[in-house]
Nanobody, 129 residues
Framework: EVQLVESGGDLVQAGGSLRLSCEAS????????IAWFRQGPGKEREAVSC????????DYVDSVKGRFTASSDSAKTTVFLEMSRLKPEDTAMYYC??????????????????????WGQGTQVTVSS
């Protein structure tokens, strides 16, 4: 059974930092991608970042570039999201998602929710002003 478990969410002041973790298990794939999405209050779930297992490539949406960094452990089954210079608008439930077919893609495919077959339960990040 595929499982994705997020952790690390917390309440933090604006300008602060947090590190989220997504531990993926129960699957086997030559190439896969693990993405972070977020859903703020009253908003649609949106893509944040993507990590590709094949080459370690990462990609980000513009709103977090330069502030968020995705990385993995040596097994590439735990993906971290280092978030710095947090803003109140970063407040959201953060979810990780797994695609076991390919990497992040070259044309922004990773930003589509339908790209992923597996999702975690989420971890809450709240940034106070």
């Amino acid at each position: 059974e595929v499982q994705l478990v997020e952790s690390g969410g917390d309440l933090v002041q604006a300008g602060g930092s947090l590190r989220l973790s997504c531990e993926a298990s129960g699957f086997s794939a030559d190439e896969y991608s693990i993405a972070w999405f977020r859903q703020g209050p009253g908003k649609e779930r949106e893509a944040v970042s993507c990590f590709s297992s094949y080459d370690g490539r990462t990609d980000y949406v513009d709103s977090v570039k330069g502030r968020f960094t995705a990385s993995s452990d040596s097994a590439k089954t735990t993906v971290f999201l280092e978030m710095s210079r947090l803003k109140p608008e970063d407040t959201a439930m953060y979810y990780c998602a797994l695609d076991v077919i390919s990497g992040c893609g070259d044309f922004g495919e990773w930003r589509q929710r339908s790209y992923y077959g597996y999702w975690g339960q989420g971890t809450q990040v709240t940034v106070s002003s």
